[in-house]
């Protein structure tokens, strides 16, 4: 889906339209009762970033932003009201899909670009050189996060055990709360299906994979152990003799690592070699306005040069598969994505509880009200590409181009399963804040307003503010995302990496009980 926003200013407000469909308008601005706002007297006051009723709906008419039905009107709403979650509801939603019916096929191949990469043995080039230490089970978490503290730069000192070993972006322990009490299953491969995709990304020069030693996730059983050509270790903290020991044979196992993982260099590669994840969080009434559509031009961008992104968030593209559908490239990808939204329906109404609960408190206080709402707007980040493969979490991606993976809209647990998938950068749009940040592909965080970019300056990269303003277009601020995407493949650090995000924000997704 594509945005071309129509500003309509008034004497006294300024909103937005994205459709001539559209019913309800984006209020710019807070606009006060009385207020003239696109033809219509605002019956109350209204907050940025909220809707405003631009003609009268009956009670059940359909109310219409982005040229599609993101609700129905619970009670007749006036022209001129605040539409908003006390008189909109979600309804009966009713999709037609029509499979690769939205194709655009193949498109010019551009100017070959390159980005300044790390090439490994096996051919593929990584953005980051970490080494990491992954932990089967909770119970050898915090083991793992006292051997990685030890290479730790010392904030107080300024001593940093890495000094001599400068093309080394850190040593980073991946803890999480599950690998044991769970049974044969979904869940379990779940699990070691995400964990071998971290231990065979390229951003890992070496990999250490420590296990408790009775727990059901044993490290022997990860697919793929025994094929890492020298590029991952086991260790399990019972065999070794418990804390101080492990954390000895870890730290004695790194420095011997260090040097080979040392000898590194970035040369110029080709785009092809990228693959982006896209995420939204702490998204707003602005996102699919500004930020997210932005986005959506940095990731054609790149797939026109043979990059992969993945689009993932199952649950919040609910109410908007058929328009992603339509761009499949084939009936059997189309279905894949179908049958992932069925499930995810399954799944909730087996719990009692309906996909509109998504929008968080926070997305509410920004604006947006439904789920559908929510997500016409984030599949704006996935430009207008075609749809070329559908993956379970943590799949691995084997397609250029768009790619969908299954998985929940809780941001971190959504960027482990990418991450995992194989994305070696993420771009993440927020309009509420976010501190995010993750390992070890790192996370370039775009504002959808001015007003967050400034207060939240330190943890932002990129402000996309200026769109709602009609001071730069979806192209524009998505040529500088573009370029922004490079410079961070090259090296250069985003906000979060001068913070240290990522290893906390290693997030499983636990499917299933606890037992």
Same mark, same amino acid.
């Given at each position: 889906?594509?945005?071309?926003? &129509? ?9 937005? +339209? ?18 003239? &706002?696109? *033809? ?12 405003? /009723? ?10 219409? !932003? ?7 009107? !619970? ?71 006292? /051997? ?65 030693? +009775? ?21 399990? %903290? ?11 044979? %870890?730290?004695?196992? &790194? ?7 040392? /000898? ?15 995420? +939204? ?7 699919? %306005? ?27 593209? @609910? ?27 399954? +799944? ?25 709402? =929510? ?10 590409? #075609? ?5 379970? @979490? ?6 250029? *181009?768009?790619?969908?993976? #299954? ?37 370039? =965080? ?21 769109? /709602? ?25 985003? =906000? ?20």
């Amino acid at each position: 889906m594509t945005v071309t926003p &129509v500003l309509t200013e008034t004497p006294t407000a300024l909103v937005l +339209c994205h459709s001539p469909d559209d019913t309800v308008a984006i209020c710019l601005e807070p606009v006060r009762e009385g207020q003239m &706002v696109a *033809g219509v007297h605002a019956l109350s006051d209204i907050p940025a970033g909220h809707k405003i /009723a631009l003609r009268d709906h009956a009670a059940g008419a359909p109310v219409m !932003r982005y040229g599609q039905p993101i609700g129905i009107a !619970r009670e007749a709403i006036e022209a001129g009201a605040h539409v908003h979650s006390h008189n909109l509801d979600i309804g009966d939603l009713t999709r037609t899909h029509q499979f690769g019916a939205g194709r655009i096929g193949p498109q010019p191949t551009p100017e070959p670009r390159r980005f300044e990469g790390i090439r490994r043995a096996d051919g593929r080039v990584a953005t980051r050189n970490y080494i990491g230490i992954l932990t089967t089970v909770n119970c050898s978490a915090h083991v793992a996060e006292l /051997a990685a503290q030890a290479f730790a730069r010392n904030p107080l000192t300024g001593h940093d055990p890495l000094a001599e070993f400068p093309n080394v972006d850190g040593v980073v322990a991946f803890g999480h709360k599950t690998g044991c009490g769970m049974a044969e299953g979904e869940a379990l491969e779940t699990l070691q299906r995400t964990i071998t995709g971290y231990a065979r990304h390229p951003n890992f020069s070496h990999v250490i994979v420590l296990g408790l030693g +009775c727990e059901v996730n044993q490290t022997n059983r990860l697919p793929g152990a025994t094929t890492m050509d020298g590029r991952m270790y086991t260790m399990n %903290i019972q065999r070794e003799g418990g804390t101080l020991k492990t954390v000895q044979a %870890i730290g004695d196992l &790194v420095r011997q690592l260090l040097p080979e993982a040392n /000898a590194v260099t970035r040369d110029p590669a080709p785009l092809s070699h990228l693959s982006l994840a896209l995420i +939204c969080g702490g998204s707003d009434g602005y996102s699919g %306005i500004t930020a997210n559509p932005a986005l959506g031009v940095a990731s054609d961008m790149l797939t026109a040069h043979g990059a992969t992104v993945i689009l993932s968030e199952t649950p919040e593209t @609910y109410g908007a598969e058929h328009l992603l559908s339509r761009r499949a490239i084939s009936d059997t990808v189309g279905q894949a994505l179908v049958d992932r939204i069925d499930w995810w329906t399954d +799944c909730a109404a087996r719990h009692g509880i309906s996909l509109d609960a998504n929008p968080s408190p926070g997305n509410k206080a920004g604006g947006l009200t439904t789920i559908l709402e =929510k997500s016409l707007g984030a599949l704006a980040k996935a430009g207008r590409s #075609d749809l070329r493969q559908v993956v379970r @979490y943590a799949e691995p991606a084997t397609e250029s *181009g768009l790619v969908f993976m #299954d998985g929940p809209g809780f941001d971190p647990v959504q960027v482990t399963g990418q991450i995992a998938s194989g994305a070696n950068l993420v771009a993440f749009t927020t309009g509420r804040g976010s501190v995010f940040g993750s390992k070890p592909a790192p996370t370039l =965080k775009i504002a959808t307003n001015s007003k967050i970019f400034t207060h939240m300056q330190d943890d932002m990269d990129i402000d996309a503010g200026p769109i /709602a303003r009609g001071d730069a277009t979806a192209e524009t601020k998505g040529a500088e995302i573009f370029e922004a995407l490079i410079a961070l493949a090259s090296g250069r650090k985003s =906000k979060s990496e001068a913070f240290g995000f990522g290893g906390a924000e290693f997030a499983p997704w636990v499917i299933g009980p606890t037992i």
